[in-house]
């Protein structure tokens, strides 16, 4: 381990325990009558992410290994205040208002990347790829708002990308510099994760991750321009997958709630909405998968054909976990097999 990485574990053990002392210290509500500005669990820790990335930066200005510029305005600033800027505009609760503006600042984010950069270069025109570049942004900021219909699904999301960040870091794949400001993100988020894991002693509202989300979307942004872009997509598959889940039953099977996350898989299979510790299990072991098929895209020849899988894979997993099933008879790996091995040696005796 070279001694930048150890800065980074050292930097997530920091952001982990400063976090994990002031939740403890709010004194709230789990789900609060009024809004206090004080006892706002997002700006705690959105304080600490920002503080942490910002001191890592001017430790580290200069990076050997980072293929291009890295700049403090474009790559932590911005970020940080457009993601501020999109939760002021949740608290006025205009769905239309915060809908324009994070996809506004998300185009403006898109612009601010170096002319030579493209995600699709032969496919479409530069105009054309910074537009299906906000686009993505969009969905990544409410996509992880529509995870948080119960409590530590959208921070395990968020925790999953930046650890496979690290890992792609490890093989060469990023940055190191990535990966540090990456563990400095999980430290901070993995101690809210821990006080939003069943049962819940904190909760966070669908506006404030949607800012993490736009967060997540612009170091993702920074990630794909390393050319780990497919990587990226595969940590964060799982989002994509329960948005694409969620606008399906809402659109197309017609099933009409009062918010749009009661239409995801992980919500449909919790008793009445509440959260269950088997459903917070087995998401978690999705993210895990959807980790390790991100670091096995680095070594994939193909750039488009193990994300397709990785989708593919999580819409499997995803619609047996909206069936009847119960979180712990889909999760266990062990009845499943026996499962898949008893119904295809019963049909071969019939």
Same mark, same amino acid.
């Given at each position: 381990m070279n001694e930048l990485m150890i800065y980074g574990l050292s930097a997530l053990f920091i952001c982990f325990m400063i976090v994990i002392f002031l939740l403890s210290?709010?004194?709230?509500? *789990?789900? &609060?009558?009024? +809004?206090? =500005?004080?006892?706002?669990?997002?700006?705690?820790?959105f304080a600490v992410m920002f503080a942490?990335?910002?001191?890592?930066?001017?430790?580290? &200005?200069?990076?050997?290994?980072? @293929?291009?510029?890295?700049?403090?305005?474009?790559? @932590? =600033?911005? &970020?940080? #205040?457009?993601?501020?800027?999109?939760?002021?505009c +949740? #608290?006025?609760?205009?769905?239309?208002?915060?809908?324009? /503006?994070?996809?506004? /600042?998300?185009?403006?984010?898109?612009?601010?990347?170096?002319?030579?950069?493209q995600l699709f270069p032969k496919h479409l025109t530069l105009f054309q790829d910074r537009l299906v570049t906000a686009v993505l942004i969009f969905i990544v900021s409410k996509g992880l708002g529509l995870l948080n219909g119960q409590g530590?699904?959208?921070?395990?999301?968020?925790?999953?990308?930046?650890?496979?960040?690290v890992f792609l870091a490890h093989f060469?794949?990023?940055?190191?510099?990535?990966? /540090?400001?990456?563990?400095?993100?999980?430290?901070?988020?993995?101690?809210?994760? @821990?006080?939003?894991?069943? &049962?819940?002693? @904190?909760?966070?509202s669908h506006g404030a991750f949607s800012c993490f989300g736009f967060i997540m979307g612009c170091f993702m942004l920074n990630s794909a321009s390393e050319f780990a872009d497919a990587s990226m997509i *595969?940590?964060?598959?799982?989002?994509?997958?329960?948005?694409?889940?969620?606008?399906?039953?809402?659109? *197309?099977?017609?099933?009409?709630?009062?918010?749009?996350?009661?239409?995801?898989?992980?919500?449909? *299979?919790?008793?009445?909405?509440?959260?269950?510790?088997?459903?917070a299990r087995g998401v978690l072991k999705i993210i895990v998968i959807d980790i390790v098929l991100s670091v096995i895209q680095v070594a994939a020849s193909e750039r488009l054909a193990l994300v397709i899988f990785a989708i593919a894979l999580n819409l499997w997993f995803l619609s047996i976990f909206s069936g009847n099933s119960q979180p712990s008879e889909f999760f266990s790996i062990t009845k499943l097999g026996k499962m898949a091995v008893k119904g295809l040696f019963g049909k071969k005796q019939k």
């Open positions: 210290r709010l004194k709230t509500d *789990i789900f &609060p009558e009024d +809004y206090e =500005f004080g006892l706002d669990p997002f700006w705690y820790i942490g990335a910002s001191v890592l930066f001017f430790v580290f &200005p200069q990076m050997s290994d980072t @293929i291009r510029t890295y700049h403090y305005t474009s790559t @932590i =600033f911005l &970020p940080f #205040l457009f993601a501020a800027l999109i939760y002021f +949740y #608290l006025f609760d205009v769905s239309w208002l915060t809908n324009l /503006v994070t996809f506004a /600042v998300a185009l403006a984010i898109s612009y601010m990347q170096a002319d030579d950069f530590g699904i959208a921070s395990m999301q968020f925790c999953g990308v930046m650890v496979a960040a060469d794949a990023l940055p190191q510099f990535l990966a /540090v400001i990456a563990m400095a993100y999980l430290g901070t988020m993995l101690a809210f994760t @821990i006080f939003s894991w069943p &049962p819940e002693r @904190i909760v966070m *595969i940590a964060a598959s799982y989002l994509f997958t329960e948005v694409a889940v969620a606008l399906y039953n809402r659109f *197309i099977c017609r099933e009409i709630t009062t918010d749009l996350y009661m239409n995801t898989s992980y919500y449909k *299979i919790s008793d009445n909405g509440q959260y269950d510790l088997g459903v």
